[in-house]
């Protein structure tokens, strides 16, 4: 079909097509042509959002929430550099985004020209892959590839940007939803040899752990991944970005590994003698000091992305695939290796395992002077929230706590910013998950510092009938700092008090941007203030929670230190015996 058309008027169809129903952006000089076209969609709903960070954010907090690609929008220059934050964050954590900036027009670029930057030179190390459109027959074709490529294979962020020229001229309108795209070919089916290999040291092994990452969320394996797990009976690790891939409450599960996972999740990587990582990366805060991670244990590595196989561990046994189909065609396997009479015997495994899990449990210790604990209110939240609801953290002591103290049973439930470590993260990307699951509970659980980073978008929500709830933990201090400067600067408290005189009220602030606000600051409110909370649904509700100050967030693994050097609480290191046990 074509048709004579705006490059802006081609923008908007191709989002149209392309099955876009929500946007995030905010207009200014060089995008505007395209916002006048987009008047006219009767498919596409743009939200107006206070800060181009926050379109970002909530781009990505749709795409996390609902299995689509976010899509935010932006003009060119400082609107444009805006959004480098929220591109950066999807690039770590591999969400599907695209991202469309408006430039000076053709003949301006390079000229320093008004709200001029080369957007595609400096987001060229964290997207995927980025566009510069400067002619209009090229903006449908563009788009159709942006989307292609930020869903397929690893998922990341995509940017456009289209030349306002390119915008206001004329050209005929082709749409073609599966661009043929040289070079680009992701590796979905993963070698039937290797498959077979993996399957034979499952069963050969006594210490396996199944370690889970994100990719298994980004492949919706989540049902395949307890097949797996049930059949070969081996304990499982999810990742920060992993949670809910695996059910908490299933007895094979050992909770999160990593600098502040579960004792018993971090010693059986140390310990095993089969790691079977299925989307994971071996990034850092799992594996603490390289040299020191697993030293007993073969590695069976699964990814989508080659370029993750053996980047910081060396596979034993390499496998380049989607992890769904990678885990269905291992089932296959293991059934095989069953129905020629081997099976893994991982009783003794277990019961090492399951004592480390008994004597070293997740827990916190009740202040004494009687103020709230912040595990508590996070534990109460998830609790009287139930297992349908979305949380999105921000960053910090509030998020280990909020993966530690919540039981996540159901996939894509739990959004928070894990490779980057976003300050401010959470709020937009709350709204951009109710944006996207308007019938679903969504909860932002924020620190007070991550929650003056962002907190302008509850104007949008507020504005937007977005009506998401905010769970402040406010203990008046840049909390994960203070714990570290507790810890390792002997207590000298450098730059990190954010209350000392309540500034600003939260619950006042909240009500000036048309949310109610609630506060609560002893345990015989909590329950009753979360309840209120959970039955206004016409606005955004914002809960400050005054919490103790000095709690912390244990286990904990130093940076720069072994696994093997876990604290389960300040000066309590867990004595497993010898290296076999």
Not at 74 to 89: C, E
Not at 109 to 129: L, S, Y
């Amino acid at each position: 079909m074509t048709d004579q058309v705006t490059g802006a008027q081609a923008l908007i169809r191709s989002l149209e097509a392309a099955g876009v129903d929500t946007v995030f952006g905010i207009p200014g000089g060089a995008i505007l042509p395209a916002y006048d076209p987009m008047m006219d969609s009767t498919k596409v709903r743009h939200v107006l959002v206070r800060h181009e960070q926050g379109a970002g954010h909530a781009a990505e907090g749709y795409a996390q929430a609902t299995g689509k690609v976010g899509v935010c929008m932006a003009t060119s220059g400082p609107g444009a550099t805006n959004l480098v934050t929220p591109i950066a964050d999807a690039h770590m954590d591999s969400v599907p985004i695209v991202a469309i900036t408006g430039q000076v027009a053709s003949a301006s670029i390079g000229t320093d020209a008004f709200q001029e930057a080369d957007i595609c030179g400096i987001t060229m190390p964290i997207t995927k892959h980025n566009f510069l459109v400067t002619d209009p027959a090229e903006i449908a074709p563009t788009i159709a590839a942006a989307f292609h490529i930020a869903s397929t294979g690893r998922p990341g962020p995509v940017l456009v940007d289209i030349s306002k020229d390119a915008l206001q001229a004329t050209t005929d309108f082709i749409w073609n939803g599966t661009p043929e795209l040289p070079g680009y070919r992701p590796v979905t089916r993963p070698h039937a040899k290797q498959i077979r290999e993996a399957a034979r040291l499952i069963s050969e092994a006594k210490r396996p752990v199944l370690y889970v990452g994100g990719g298994v969320l980004k492949a919706h394996a989540s049902a395949e991944l307890k097949i797996l797990a049930e059949l070969t009976g081996a304990p499982v690790v999810t990742t920060l970005m992993a949670l809910g891939a695996f059910p908490d409450s299933h007895p094979q599960h050992l909770g999160m590994p990593g600098m502040h996972g579960t004792v018993a999740a971090v010693t059986a990587l140390q310990k095993a003698d089969l790691i079977f990582a299925l989307g994971a990366r071996f990034d850092d805060r799992v594996t603490g000091r390289l040299d020191t991670f697993a030293p007993f244990a073969k590695i069976v590595h699964a990814d989508i992305d080659p370029a993750e196989i053996s980047k910081n561990r060396t596979a034993d046994v390499p496998i380049v695939g989607d992890a769904r189909e990678v885990i269905a065609d291992l089932v296959v396997a293991v059934q095989a290796e069953h129905e020629a009479g081997r099976f893994g015997d991982y009783q003794d495994w277990w019961t090492s395992l399951n004592r480390w899990r008994e004597t070293y449990p997740l827990g916190y210790d009740t202040p004494e002077d009687g103020s709230l604990s912040p595990q508590l209110v996070i534990q109460r939240l998830g609790a009287i929230s139930g297992p349908d609801t979305i949380f999105a953290s921000g960053v910090g002591q509030h998020q280990m706590w909020a993966s530690q103290f919540i039981n996540y049973e159901k996939p894509y439930t739990w959004l928070n910013s894990g490779g980057a470590g976003t300050m401010g993260y959470a709020v937009p990307a709350a709204m951009g998950a109710k944006a996207g699951m308007p019938d679903t509970t969504v909860w932002a659980i924020d620190g007070d510092g991550c929650f003056q980073m962002t907190n302008q978008e509850l104007v949008t929500c507020a504005v937007n009938d977005i009506p998401i709830k905010v769970a402040i933990i406010n203990n008046g201090t840049l909390g994960m700092v203070r714990q570290w400067q507790t810890l390792f600067y002997n207590q000298r408290y450098s730059n990190t008090d954010l209350q000392s005189r309540r500034l600003p009220d939260f619950v006042k602030l909240a009500e000036a941007m048309g949310c109610v606000g609630l506060r609560c600051e002893s345990p015989d409110q909590l329950d009753a203030t979360i309840e209120k909370a959970m039955s206004i649904n016409d606005a955004p509700v914002v809960i400050d929670f005054v919490v103790h100050q000095d709690a912390m967030v244990w286990p904990m693994v130093a940076a720069g230190s072994s696994n093997d050097e876990v604290m389960a609480a300040r000066d309590v290191r867990p004595d497993f015996g010898d290296s076999d046990d």
